[in-house]
């Protein structure tokens, strides 16, 4: 007979930012029945950048969209690779879209059941992992554009100075590489400085 045993669940870390104590109870008891473990409960944007942990989620009060709520998203944005979910005392479209548009992952006004909080969470969650992969995907392929530069720079100047042909300065460099056990955008890199230091 074979036994399936489940794991249990791992519950999301998340840091509520609200001055609000008493909110911040109710926000703590409907998160404890979502698998979202409150791990702290802050009063401003400040404390929550001072914290050494680094949570899945944060959850911030908005009461009103002004200034100073905009550049504490901004901050808390800037300083921290994670999901940010604005909870809106509003639910005005511009005050959403302003949100948004200056760092949140998604914006729940409030007035809200226990559904709609759980899929606000989740959702902040995923967007904020997919606009962490498109950032690495665009570092990744500025990365290769600026390799590939090298390379064809590199076998440029090979064929100006030995009078060979592309493929064959291509072969040389991938040549110097294995010898130099560097990888071939390293060596070319070398073989462009060491061109212009002779110029």
């Not at 914290?51 to 998203?73: K, T």
């Not at 800037?78 to 809106?88: E, N």
Request: charged letters at 30%; aromatic letters at 2%; hydrophobic letters at 50%.
């Amino acid at each position: 007979m074979m036994f399936l045993q489940l794991k249990d669940p791992c519950p999301l870390s998340a840091v509520l930012i609200d001055p609000n104590e008493a909110r911040a109870e109710m926000f703590d008891l409907m998160l404890g029945h979502r698998d979202i473990a409150l791990s702290d409960r802050v009063a401003t944007v400040d404390r929550a950048l001072a914290l050494s942990a680094q949570p899945a989620l944060f959850l911030i009060y908005v009461e009103m969209v002004d200034q100073a709520a905009i550049a504490d998203l901004r901050r808390l944005r800037g300083a921290r690779d994670t999901a940010i979910l604005v909870l809106l005392e509003s639910a005005a479209r511009r005050d959403i879209e302003t949100l948004l548009d200056n760092g949140a992952h998604h914006v729940l006004p409030l007035g809200l059941d226990a559904d709609r909080f759980s899929l606000a969470t989740i959702t902040a969650v995923a967007q904020a992992g997919q606009q962490r992969r498109l950032e690495r995907d665009a570092d990744a392929a500025r990365a290769e554009v600026a390799t590939t530069k090298s390379i064809a720079r590199a076998k440029m100047i090979l064929i100006a100075r030995h009078a060979i042909d592309e493929d064959e300065a291509h072969r040389r460099i991938q040549k110097l590489s294995m010898q130099r056990n560097l990888p071939l955008a390293d060596m070319a890199r070398q073989i462009i400085d060491a061109e212009e230091l002779l110029c």
